[in-house]
């Protein structure tokens, strides 16, 4: 799972074939993105940027895709 700098944690649904989009409330997921694979397993933001990548263990295979904002700051790039 990751954040958005907007505050939104992406989920990945393993089994779903989707990731799970929470609000920065929390509550139910707000929006829900389909992966070509059933089993997303990791979901993580390029630093500073909008791609995503989205790993699944089944055909071990990495898939990307441009979100709407850009991912939050990680630990490492605030030091």
Excluded: I
């Amino acid at each position: 799972m990751d954040f958005d700098a907007e505050g939104h944690l992406l989920v990945a649904n393993w089994g779903s074939g989707h990731l799970e989009v929470f609000s920065p409330s929390g509550g139910d997921p707000v929006a829900r993105v389909k992966c070509p694979f059933s089993k997303p397993s990791n979901v993580h933001f390029q630093p500073g940027g909008t791609t995503v990548y989205v790993t699944e263990h089944e055909f071990h295979g990495l898939w990307k895709f441009d979100w709407r904002c850009r991912g939050a700051l990680q630990y490492c790039e605030t030091k």
